[in-house]
């Protein structure tokens, strides 16, 4: 038997509200995670990779088979955390090769990455640079969607 206000109480309501809280913390993650526009998705995909680099001259040609890109001349991957990258779009607006943008943001320092350059069409080959250069991308709000291209 609990006796209200006793020992067995309190611990009956800090369980309770151990639960709530838990809940409510699992629940707001499923709605930041269900929030992401596809084109976020679509940007990890093509232009994330967290591996440290730098990367082996057969890399462009695993990674974009891997990832079904054979068909693009030029994929760049950012081998940053996701945080960092996710950290650009706080950046201010960036206007990038004299075009409008109105959600492009250029990085505050230089990242990790690997340019892949179609060399070879039968069979299809890449070359693999690496390098460390400044990113601009375009987010959608708070999400970065788009690799616009690097400086």
Not at 11 to 37: D, R, W, Y
Not at 59 to 65: A, Q, R, S, V
Not at 111 to 126: A, D, H, K, L
Not at 137 to 150: E, K, M, N, Y
């Amino acid at each position: 038997m609990v006796i209200p206000g006793g020992p067995q109480g309190i611990e009956a309501t800090m369980a309770l509200k151990t639960l709530v809280l838990f809940s409510l913390l699992v629940l707001g993650l499923l709605v930041i995670v269900g929030a992401q526009p596809p084109a976020f998705k679509r940007f990890q995909e093509r232009h994330m990779d967290t591996g440290p680099g730098p990367f082996d001259p057969p890399y462009c040609n695993k990674t974009m088979y891997q990832r079904n890109l054979l068909k693009r001349n030029f994929n760049t991957f950012v081998h940053e955390s996701l945080k960092d990258v996710h950290d650009v779009c706080w950046e201010e607006n960036y206007i990038f090769k004299n075009r409008t943008c109105n959600n492009c943001h250029k990085s505050s320092n230089r990242m990790s990455i690997t340019e892949c350059s179609i060399i070879g069409r039968n069979p299809i080959r890449y070359r693999t640079k690496n390098s460390k250069k400044y990113i601009v991308i375009a987010c959608d709000g708070i999400w970065p969607v788009h690799f616009d291209g690097s400086e």
